[in-house]
């Protein structure tokens, strides 16, 4: 079975991360592999980014951009924290 590399975590410690604003994330490939490069993978993405505020309403969309074998966005969590979801949730959905 292949291990994850260990590797530091950005995440601040003491930071909330459900908490209202705006999201910076990168997704990255296994090994890096140029998967993305692929048209009908971008083309999953690009319609999976496009769908995320169908599935959760109180998520806005800022900044998408596909890379070779990783993809950066910029997604915003609105104030309404009861009903919406986490930040954990929405990345998941890729």
Excluded at 4 to 28: E, I, K, M, N
Excluded at 68 to 91: C, K, M, T, Y
């Amino acid at each position: 079975m292949n291990q994850r590399p260990s590797r530091h975590s950005l995440r601040l410690l003491s930071y909330d991360y459900d908490s209202p604003g705006a999201y910076f994330v990168t997704l990255c490939t296994v090994e890096r592999k140029a998967l993305f490069e692929q048209p009908d993978l971008r083309t999953i993405l690009e319609e999976t980014w496009e769908m995320l505020p169908q599935r959760f309403p109180t998520v806005k969309l800022d900044t998408f951009v596909i890379m070779p074998d990783h993809v950066h966005f910029i997604l915003w969590l609105e104030e309404n924290a009861e009903s919406g979801p986490r930040l954990g949730q929405v990345v998941a959905t890729y």
